[in-house]
């Protein structure tokens, strides 16, 4: 009782520097709602059983960590591809450095625009997919989120897009504090693809909530920023309808702190949700994964593709779940989390979980850590091949797997290329 009450008490504290942003009736409501679930389940804390691997300290508090601003000195990620570019500095829209916000097939529009309207599409989805997703397990800081956004893009997709939306997140200020919130509504048989790119801020707070229609599919790449110092916690919330196909993929190289949380649920029969993530992590590095899928539909498919490479007391943690419901016959369901561990000072924490509750299906999951094949490099050694660019080169196959669930081949090359300069840096 004690626990608990310390939360509520520093729950209640920091929303005391804070007030609820004004708005029209829909999102003022959705608003509210958040705040009263924020209330109802307090800010996270180690105690808590999905937060024992990862400290929140940093990521509620009041006083935002200094982080300092990364010049990479070389085009950001996806940039040669034909696209809508939507970019935000620390958390704010930058309309000159963005495209027009339109195109055919797709409606685009600010949050800040949308909230103005008393009614608005967004009202069906907005703080909702959100809600579900608190239900088995607590997402307070999703709710923070639902609750204090003022930004971020409304999407509706209403046919197939061949140019993909590329959210830019450029980080300027050393103590900026973002929060943003996407809506994306795929209507039936329509497509799109979201890429999201850059460090955004020194602590990032990001919910996108994603409703996809019956035939719809939606595909996102996600690479998050090279600004080491940097901390950020996203969530993704998504609802399948019948044959829907959801898509997701995040590359993450450095950050003092990450945590990328997913909800799926499928609704619809014979539908298909696929998360991957590919993380490379030296020194002072946290990267955490918390996965929860729910299966409940007839003859769908889930895939999640973890895996971590990681040095230099660099921490990986993987929290992933398939839930299968009564009913939700041929279900097949895949799971792993792999970390390769460059040194003895790496760490990787797992905890893969299955819970099913139909005859009818077939569910996997595994978790291994291990070190780099000593045969294999003998391998490639005995063959020319110097030790660092042979070590990289199995480092490169071990990632493969997660890399290969990228659908767009040349976005899936500049993915390898990032990750083959990265490794080659790290190893100078």
């Known amino acids: ?49 999905y937060w024992k691997f990862t400290r929140p300290d940093t990521l509620i508090s009041a006083d935002v960590p200094e982080a300092a ?5 070389e085009a950001p990620v996806f940039d040669d591809l034909d696209k809508l570019l939507i970019v935000f500095v620390d958390g704010v829209f ?21 909230g103005e309207a008393d009614i608005h599409w967004a009202k069906d989805t907005y703080g909702v997919l959100e809600a ?41 200020d050393p103590t900026s504090d973002a929060i943003l919130h996407h809506v994306v509504r795929v209507e039936s048989g329509a497509e799109v693809t979201l890429l999201e790119t850059g460090p955004a801020a020194a602590r990032f707070n990001k919910s996108m909530e994603v409703d996809v229609a019956a035939g719809g599919a939606f595909h996102h ?50 539908a298909v949700a696929h998360i991957a993530g590919a993380a490379l992590g030296d020194g002072d590095f946290h990267h955490d994964d918390t996965v929860f899928i729910t299966h409940d539909a007839v003859n769908c498919e889930s895939r999640q593709v973890f895996k971590k490479v990681l040095r230099n ?38 905890k893969p979980e299955l819970e099913i509750y139909a005859d009818d299906v077939a569910c996997s999951h ?35 797997e997660a890399i290969d669930e ?13 990750l083959e300069g990265w490794l080659a840096r790290h190893r100078s």
């Open 1 to 49: 009782m004690a626990h608990a009450q310390t939360k509520f008490d520093v729950t209640e504290a920091r929303l005391a520097d804070v007030s609820l942003p004004r708005g029209g009736r829909w999102i003022t409501e959705a608003r509210e709602a958040a705040l009263a679930r924020l209330r109802a389940m307090g800010l996270p804390g180690r105690r808590d059983e």
């Open 94 to 114: 930058d309309a000159d450095a963005s495209s027009d916000l339109s195109g055919e097939g797709i409606e685009i529009e600010r949050l800040a625009t949308a």
């Open 406 to 418: 990228i659908e767009r081949d040349d976005i899936a090359d500049d993915i390898r290329g990032r």
């Open 69 to 73: 601003v990364f010049d990479p000195q």
């Open 313 to 350: 007391g660099a921490v990986g943690t993987f929290q992933g779940k398939i839930l299968v419901k009564a009913g939700a016959q041929k279900t097949d369901g895949y799971q792993i989390s792999q970390s390769l561990l460059l040194d003895d000072d790496a760490q990787f924490l797992a």
């Open 221 to 270: 790449i996600r690479s998050q920023g090279r600004d080491h110092e940097r901390r950020a916690a996203t969530h993704i919330f998504a609802r399948l309808g019948t044959e829907s196909v959801f898509k997701s993929f995040t590359l993450t190289a450095n950050g003092v702190l990450t945590r990328n949380e997913a909800f799926i649920e499928i609704m619809g029969d014979d």
């Open 366 to 400: 595994g978790s291994t850590s291990g070190a780099i094949d000593e045969e294999a490099l003998f391998y490639l050694r005995s063959r020319g091949v110097p030790a660092g660019e042979a070590a990289d080169l199995l480092v490169l196959a071990f990632l493969a």
């Open 132 to 172: 579900r997703g608190q239900t088995p397990v607590h997402r307070p800081l999703a709710a923070w989120n639902t609750a204090f956004a003022t930004d971020g893009i409304v999407v509706r997709v209403t046919d197939k897009v061949s140019r993909p939306i590329n959210m830019r997140y450029l980080h300027k």
